[in-house]
């Protein structure tokens, strides 16, 4: 039992020195490893191991010389010892050749000559080069290989001799061999030993704290939020400890540094979202100052208008005569502004406002057109329409002219209503409003009709539409047409520009409005070729300018159906080719309403124009849709403020708000604002306080035929 616990326990021993053993060489082979793998290492310890080597070497060429002198000179010992051995044991006997012979024989010397009294006395080889036994041996010159001439002068131990001796020292070559085989191997050895013991400092001393700085320095630029976590204290005084206290001063730094662009971040963060904010709520404030009237609350003609034509588009209405537009006008309002004042005047418009809205289902279905006049959408059944549709005007117009009470007063207003009935007063809103207008303002000329149909004038209107269509054909023909250029200034009232205008001065007729004219061309397909006209007129008019000196750039309004038209960018710098213009002076302007028509292929055409370098601009600015989503995606340089809310600068406080949000919120998104319809000094100067860019109006210069190209 005691005998198997024993060997249980020599097992275990064995085994535990085993493991031992193998964990000190795998120990040792990283070590060495990571020593070879160190090319500064490998390179110090290279250069320490050829060094000694290099110093053993040179240590050896002399001790091989005395090594190989001192085996001579033992030989010549050796060969003297023998030749005085045998002259004393010859004491009183005469040296004989035979003798000689017999002395050769015992002793290393091959050949032996002996001089006295002039006698010589030789046996074996002969002596041929004879050096003194005390001289330089290894240098003497060797007779023949393997052997070397020595002589003695005389001397009472040699019996008053001179004897000459060859001796053999072909033993000597082999010593010599195996001395420099021994002094290499030693060299080799301690050559070895100390590249050890170097490796082993160096890996101690430089090695091991700069694979430590190393990992530091990589896990530090792994971790480049938290340089702090890696600073040691350096373990070492020397100019490693100096190199590490030099890190940890750089991640120190780096972490002040990180810090402080934390900080940074953070502000920025906050101050993004805080001008996020404002955009956002700059762009609803926009959108309700361009979509909705403040005073009431309800849709402007704008909004009134886009849901008017998105209804009107569904599809799915029921018969005709079934939906009229009406349109409201209170008499006499500007005498009850006058006589009770603007704030009573605002609260009547505003009650009204809120019965209006409770005869729509859909509040973008009753607006506020502009002053005292009102619009909505009636919706009646198929059934006795045109009965239903009088009934709910006289409920409509009866529940306005209600007395309304503000304080201890009540006010009341006349009513006057005009109607255009669907399809048969048009198909769009703009037409249907307009013509409901017109018949507004008939019923207000009439004495007793308060409400009025537009469709009684309807056959003589498009009459009259025809004829002008008519002549508008000819007009695009004959080149009847005419451009004014009106002069753009920049806040310092510099020239930077002109506009350039369409006129038509229709025979008997005399000049017809832009307003009238070119809807007319727009809805029969007419304004493709005036507009290129325009363009061709106003690129020719730039090139003469040009001549002139002229660096300023003509800006030229672009339809809705130009937008549609793909080819127009080809013929656009076709035109600035032949006459050798700069596309960076040519803008296209463009209405919101013009580019909200088909947004797809605007943006594709606004594109185009980008790509030739033309500067766009988009017009009237504020009557459109203001669609800031669409606004931020477009690729112009420049909007123009609608004249709309320049005439009430600077004492309107609604222009004012709403003209600044417009200059700001163009100038963060990177456009410039140019204002027109500046008539007056007051203006100007307020619009070039605020930062307006540019500014264009009567006051600053007249549309004429020929501008003058100024200073630009």
């Given at each position: 039992?005691?005998?198997?616990?024993?060997?249980?326990?020599?097992?275990?021993?064995?085994?535990?020195?085993?493991?031992?053993?193998?964990?000190?060489?795998?120990?040792?082979?990283?070590?060495?490893?990571?020593?070879?793998?160190?090319?500064?290492?490998?390179?110090?310890?290279?250069?320490?191991?050829?060094?000694?080597?290099?110093?053993?070497?040179?240590?050896?060429?002399?001790?091989?010389?005395?090594?190989?002198?001192?085996?001579?000179?033992?030989?010549?010992?050796?060969?003297?010892?023998?030749?005085?051995?045998?002259?004393?044991?010859?004491?009183?006997?005469?040296?004989?050749?035979?003798?000689?012979?017999?002395?050769?024989?015992?002793?290393?010397?091959?050949?032996?000559?002996?001089?006295?009294?002039?006698?010589?006395?030789?046996?074996?080889?002969?002596?041929?080069?004879?050096?003194?036994?005390?001289?330089?041996?290894?240098?003497?010159?060797?007779?023949?290989?393997?052997?070397?001439?020595?002589?003695?002068?005389?001397?009472?131990?040699?019996?008053?001799?001179?004897?000459?001796?060859?001796?053999?020292?072909?033993?000597?070559?082999?010593?010599?061999?195996?001395?420099?085989?021994?002094?290499?191997?030693?060299?080799?050895?301690?050559?070895?030993?100390?590249?050890?013991?170097?490796?082993?400092?160096?890996?101690?001393?430089?090695?091991?704290?700069?694979?430590?700085?190393?990992?530091?320095?990589?896990?530090?630029?792994?971790?480049?939020?938290?340089?702090?976590?890696?600073?040691?204290?350096?373990?070492?005084?020397?100019?490693?400890?100096?190199?590490?206290?030099?890190?940890?001063?750089?991640?120190?730094?780096?972490?002040?540094?990180?810090?402080?662009?934390?900080?940074?971040?953070?502000?920025?963060?906050?101050?993004?979202?805080?001008?996020?904010?404002?955009?956002?709520?700059?762009?609803?404030?926009?959108?309700?100052?361009?979509?909705?009237?403040?005073?009431?609350?309800?849709?402007?003609?704008?909004?009134?208008?886009?849901?008017?034509?998105?209804?009107?588009?569904?599809?799915?209405?029921?018969?005709?005569?079934?939906?009229?537009?009406?349109?409201?006008?209170?008499?006499?309002?500007?005498?009850?502004?006058?006589?009770?004042?603007?704030?009573?005047g605002d609260r009547v418009l505003q009650e009204i406002a809120r019965r209006l809205a409770g005869r729509v289902v859909d509040h973008g279905h009753v607006a506020r057109l502009g002053g005292d006049v009102f619009g909505l959408l009636i919706t009646v059944g198929s059934r006795g329409a045109s009965d239903s549709l009088e009934?709910?005007?006289?409920?409509?117009?009866?529940?306005?002219?209600?007395?309304?009470?503000?304080?201890?007063?009540?006010?009341?207003?006349?009513?006057?209503?005009?109607?255009?009935?669907?399809?048969?007063?048009?198909?769009?809103?703009?037409?249907?409003?307009?013509?409901?207008?017109?018949?507004?303002?008939?019923?207000?000329?009439?004495?007793?009709?308060?409400?009025?149909?537009?469709?009684?004038?309807?056959?003589?209107?498009?009459?009259?539409?025809?004829?002008?269509?008519?002549?508008?054909?000819?007009?695009?023909?004959?080149?009847?047409?005419?451009?004014?250029?009106?002069?753009?200034?920049?806040?310092?009232?510099?020239?930077?520009?002109?506009?350039?205008?369409?006129?038509?001065?229709?025979?008997?007729?005399?000049?017809?409005?832009?307003?009238?004219?070119?809807?007319?061309?727009?809805?029969?397909?007419?304004?493709?070729?005036?507009?290129?006209?325009?363009?061709?007129?106003?690129?020719?008019?730039?090139?003469?300018?040009?001549?002139?000196?002229?660096?300023?750039?003509?800006?030229?309004?672009?339809?809705?159906?130009?937008?549609?038209?793909?080819?127009?960018?080809?013929?656009?710098?076709?035109?600035?080719?032949?006459?050798?213009?700069?596309?960076?002076?040519?803008?296209?302007?463009?209405?919101?309403?013009?580019?909200?028509?088909?947004?797809?292929?605007?943006?594709?055409?606004?594109?185009?124009?980008?790509?030739?370098?033309?500067?766009?601009?988009?017009?009237?600015?504020?009557?459109?849709?203001?669609?800031?989503?669409?606004?931020?995606?477009?690729?112009?340089?420049?909007?123009?403020?609608?004249?709309?809310?320049?005439?009430?600068?600077?004492?309107?406080?609604?222009?004012?708000?709403?003209?600044?949000?417009?200059?700001?919120?163009?100038?963060?998104?990177?456009?410039?604002?140019?204002?027109?319809?500046?008539?007056?000094?007051?203006?100007?100067?307020?619009?070039?306080?605020?930062?307006?860019?540019?500014?264009?109006?009567?006051?600053?210069?007249?549309?004429?035929?020929?501008?003058?190209?100024?200073?630009?």
């Open positions: 039992m005691k005998s198997g616990e024993g060997t249980e326990a020599e097992l275990i021993a064995d085994v535990s020195k085993t493991a031992a053993n193998l964990e000190l060489r795998r120990s040792f082979r990283e070590w060495a490893r990571r020593l070879a793998g160190c090319g500064l290492c490998r390179n110090l310890t290279l250069a320490a191991f050829a060094a000694i080597l290099t110093i053993e070497v040179a240590i050896l060429f002399p001790s091989y010389r005395n090594y190989e002198e001192d085996l001579l000179r033992q030989r010549a010992e050796v060969a003297i010892q023998a030749i005085t051995m045998f002259l004393n044991s010859k004491s009183g006997q005469a040296v004989t050749p035979g003798r000689l012979e017999v002395l050769l024989a015992n002793s290393s010397l091959t050949g032996i000559s002996m001089i006295a009294g002039g006698t010589r006395i030789e046996a074996g080889e002969p002596v041929t080069h004879p050096q003194p036994a005390n001289g330089d041996l290894r240098g003497a010159v060797r007779p023949a290989e393997g052997v070397i001439d020595l002589s003695w002068s005389t001397s009472p131990g040699l019996s008053d001799y001179e004897i000459l001796a060859r001796a053999d020292v072909s033993d000597v070559s082999g010593k010599l061999i195996a001395f420099v085989f021994r002094i290499l191997g030693l060299s080799l050895l301690i050559a070895v030993f100390v590249t050890v013991v170097t490796m082993a400092v160096v890996d101690r001393m430089m090695l091991s704290p700069l694979l430590k700085l190393r990992e530091r320095i990589a896990r530090a630029g792994d971790d480049a939020e938290h340089p702090g976590k890696y600073v040691a204290s350096p373990e070492r005084s020397d100019e490693f400890g100096e190199v590490e206290r030099a890190f940890n001063g750089m991640l120190t730094q780096n972490a002040s540094y990180l810090s402080r662009m934390q900080l940074l971040n953070k502000n920025l963060d906050q101050l993004l979202d805080e001008r996020t904010r404002s955009l956002r709520k700059t762009e609803q404030e926009l959108e309700i100052r361009t979509l909705y009237d403040q005073l009431t609350g309800l849709a402007n003609r704008n909004l009134f208008e886009d849901q008017l034509d998105r209804h009107l588009n569904r599809g799915d209405l029921e018969q005709a005569g079934s939906e009229a537009v009406l349109v409201l006008g209170l008499n006499d309002f500007q005498a009850l502004n006058g006589l009770a004042g603007h704030e009573t009934a709910r005007i006289s409920a409509i117009i009866e529940a306005c002219e209600a007395p309304v009470r503000i304080g201890q007063k009540t006010y009341g207003c006349e009513v006057s209503a005009g109607v255009a009935i669907t399809p048969l007063d048009g198909n769009y809103a703009r037409t249907l409003l307009s013509h409901a207008e017109i018949a507004m303002h008939r019923a207000k000329k009439s004495p007793s009709e308060r409400v009025q149909f537009f469709a009684s004038e309807f056959g003589d209107q498009m009459h009259r539409r025809q004829e002008m269509i008519g002549d508008l054909k000819l007009a695009v023909q004959k080149h009847q047409f005419q451009l004014y250029y009106q002069p753009l200034f920049d806040r310092l009232k510099r020239c930077v520009g002109y506009e350039a205008l369409l006129r038509w001065h229709r025979p008997v007729h005399g000049l017809v409005s832009p307003a009238e004219f070119i809807p007319l061309a727009e809805q029969t397909g007419l304004i493709s070729g005036v507009g290129d006209w325009v363009l061709e007129q106003a690129i020719r008019q730039l090139k003469a300018w040009i001549d002139e000196g002229f660096t300023g750039r003509i800006a030229v309004n672009v339809s809705a159906l130009q937008l549609s038209d793909r080819d127009l960018s080809q013929r656009i710098n076709e035109m600035l080719k032949r006459f050798d213009v700069s596309a960076g002076q040519l803008e296209l302007e463009i209405t919101e309403t013009a580019l909200m028509d088909d947004v797809e292929c605007s943006m594709a055409t606004l594109k185009r124009f980008r790509d030739l370098g033309l500067t766009l601009a988009v017009d009237d600015f504020g009557t459109g849709y203001s669609s800031l989503a669409y606004l931020k995606a477009l690729p112009v340089s420049r909007i123009k403020i609608d004249r709309a809310f320049v005439t009430g600068l600077p004492d309107n406080d609604q222009d004012e708000a709403l003209c600044r949000t417009i200059i700001t919120l163009a100038h963060n998104l990177g456009f410039e604002v140019i204002a027109e319809g500046v008539e007056t000094e007051a203006q100007a100067r307020w619009l070039a306080v605020s930062g307006c860019d540019e500014m264009q109006g009567f006051l600053l210069g007249r549309p004429a035929l020929k501008g003058y190209p100024r200073n630009s």
